[in-house]
Nanobody, 116 residues
Framework: QVQLVESGGGLVQAGGSLKLSCAASGSIFRINAMGWYRQAPGKQRELVAT???????NYADSVAGRFTISRDNAKNTANLQMNSLKPEDTAVYYC??????????WGQGTQVTVAS
């Protein structure tokens, strides 16, 4: 059993910053990819930022230059530093991990609300 636990969400004014953290625990095999997705009300879940299995990073165009993903392989954690937040960044943010190139795990989500 593998658990992903997110933390760091909350309410912030437009232009502010938040840092999300994700920690993986349990029967962890090799984590190939780890990243963040988000889902706003009435919209599909979308990629925000991720480390790929090759170790590179991908960012959604809408957050590039404002968000930074970081990862600690030894601690099985991934963080998302979000700066210059906009109201359109309001969503539930989910951590996602791919293990052993086969198993996909999701966290329970953390709410981020950006007030205008």
């Amino acid at each position: 059993q593998v658990q992903l636990v997110e933390s760091g969400g909350g309410l912030v004014q437009a232009g502010g910053s938040l840092k999300l953290s994700c920690a993986a625990s349990g029967s962890i095999f090799r984590i190939n990819a780890m990243g963040w997705y988000r889902q706003a009300p009435g919209k599909q879940r979308e990629l925000v930022a991720t480390f790929t299995s090759g170790g590179s990073t991908n960012y959604a165009d809408s957050v590039a230059g404002r968000f930074t993903i970081s990862r600690d392989n030894a601690k099985n954690t991934a963080n998302l530093q979000m700066n210059s937040l906009k109201p359109e960044d309001t969503a539930v943010y989910y951590c996602r991990a791919v293990m052993n190139n086969a198993y996909i795990y999701w966290g329970q989500g953390t709410q981020v609300t950006v007030a205008s």
